[in-house]
C-alpha cells in the first residue's frame, strides 16, 4: 500500500492511499463506522467511550467530505452506519440519564452486525474498483508541460454539417518537455481545462459507453503531472513530435499517462479531439460537440461508416502536423516555436485512431513513423509506405474480429521498412488507454497486466521504437520489444 495523490475542489492536496483509492476523510469514515458496529461487542465500560468518540470523528469527517465532494462509493459505509448509530446513541444517552440499558442476545445482534459489516466493506471495495485515477509518475528527465490549442482548417469543409461555410476544427492538447514549475504549482486537471469540461467530457464517455455516470465520477477529480502552460524547458534543443488519434468515440486526454511520460522523455504528443466524432469536444467559445457516431446495426455500412470516419481523422493528423511546422517557424505563435522537430515525427492512434494513424503515414510522406494501437486498418486501398511500423495488439481470443490479424498484417508488410507487430499477454482493448487507472479491473475490459504494470508496458515499447526510429538511438529494438510479449517482424528488404 503507497501513497499517491489528489486534488479537492478548494485545490488543496488530498492524499490518496492507493492500495484502497480512499482519501484519509473516507478512512476515518470508514473505522468511524466499523467502530461503531464493535461497539456493540465491547465489554460495558467501553463501549460509551468507543460509541462517542467513533460518532463525533464519523459526523465530522461527513461534514467536511460533503464540502470537498462525497463520493458514491462512501454511501454504503454511510447506510451501515446509520443503520447502527440511533441503536449506539441511545444506548449512551441511557447511560447517561441513569436509565437501565438493555442489551439484545449476541443471536439477535450478530445478523444486524454482519449486515452493516457487509455494507460497510462494500465502500471500499467500490473505491477500489471505481477510484480517482492516480497517474504514475513520469520517469524522464523532464518536467512536464500541457497547452490546449484550436485549429481550423480553411480548406476543408466540415461534412458533419449542413452548414456550408463551416471548416473542420480540431481541438489539440501538446504534452512537451518543461522546466520544473515552482512548488505549489497546480497540476493539470485530467479530462479538461477546467472541472467543468472534465464533468462534461467524462459525463459524455460513460453516456457513450452505456454506462451510468457515477460510476466513473471519481474521474474528472483527477489531475496529472503536467502544468498548464508550463515554460518549455531550458536549451535549444529541438524535440521530436508524436501525434495522436484516440479510439472512436475516444478524447484527446485517453492517454495522458502515455503523454506524460513520452514528454518527460523529450518528446512532444499532439493528441487530436475529432469533432463529431469523440464523445464531448469543448470548443474555446465553450460549445461543446458529442459525438454523432451511432451504430446502425447493419455491418456493411457500419464498415463504410468507419472508413469514412478513419479518412477524415487521417487528414486532421496531416493538419496537425502542417500546424505544428507552422508553431515551429514562428507563424503560429507560441512558447514552442524553434522548439518542434517536425521533420521527425510520428503518426500514432489507439483503436480507430490507429487505424487513422496508418493511413496517414501512407498518405503523408512526412510522417517518419507510426504507431498502431490495436487498431483495425479501414484504408480501402491500402498501398506501399515508407515509414517502419509498431503495432501492439491484444491476445487474439474467440471475440477478437477474425478479419483483424490478417488484415493488419497485410497492411503491414506493405511498408518498405522493418514494421513489428507486438502481440502482449494479459493485454485487452483499452489496456492500451488510462482506462486501467479508473475502471474496475475486469481483464475482459482493461486486460489483467493490473493498473501500473499496463501503463509502462504501453510507454516502454513506444518509447524503444521511437528512440530507434526518429533518434536514431542504437540497440537492439526487436529484443527490447520481444521482452514484452509475441513479437513478428516484417522485413521487405
Known sequence: MWWGSSRAKDGRVTEIITGLHMSPLEILVLLGAVALVAARWLPAAARPTVTVAAGSGLVLSVLVLSVVGLRWQMVPVLAGAAFVLPFAVVAVLRRRLGRPVGRARWWLALPGSAVCVGLITMGPVAAWACPVPVFPEPTGSFAVGTRVMQWTDPNRPETATATPDDRRTVVVQLWYPARKSPTGAQPAQYLGRTRQEARTVSDALAHYAGLPG????????????????????????????????????????????????????????????????????????????????????????????????????????????????RLDRGEIVGPLTGRLDTGRAAATGHSLGGGAALQAARQDSRFAAVINMDGYPRDPDPRPFHQPALALTQAVGPQTDARYIPRLTEVLKLSTATSYRLTIPGAAHLTFTDAPLYLPPVPSIVGSLGRTESQHVVAATTLAFLNTTLRHAPGDLAGALSAYGGLSVYDSR
Request: net charge negative; glycine share 8%; proline share 4%.
Open 214 to 325: 457515477f460510476l466513473v465520477d471519481g474521474v474528472p477529480r483527477a489531475h496529472t503531472h503536467s502544468v498548464f502552460d508550463a515554460p518549455v524547458a531550458d536549451g535549444a534543443a529541438r524535440f521530436p513530435v508524436v501525434l495522436f488519434s484516440p479510439g472512436l468515440g475516444g478524447v484527446r486526454t485517453q492517454n495522458t499517462a502515455w503523454a506524460e511520460e513520452l514528454a518527460a522523455n523529450g518528446y512532444v504528443v499532439a493528441a487530436l479531439d475529432h469533432p463529431y466524432d469523440s464523445a464531448a469536444v469543448v470548443l474555446t467559445d465553450g460549445r461543446t460537440i458529442n459525438t454523432e457516431i451511432a451504430s446502425t446495426g447493419d455491418d456493411d455500412e457500419d464498415d463504410k461508416r468507419a472508413a469514412d470516419t478513419t479518412r477524415i481523422r487521417a487528414a486532421d493528423l496531416s493538419f496537425v502536423l502542417t500546424q505544428l511546422d
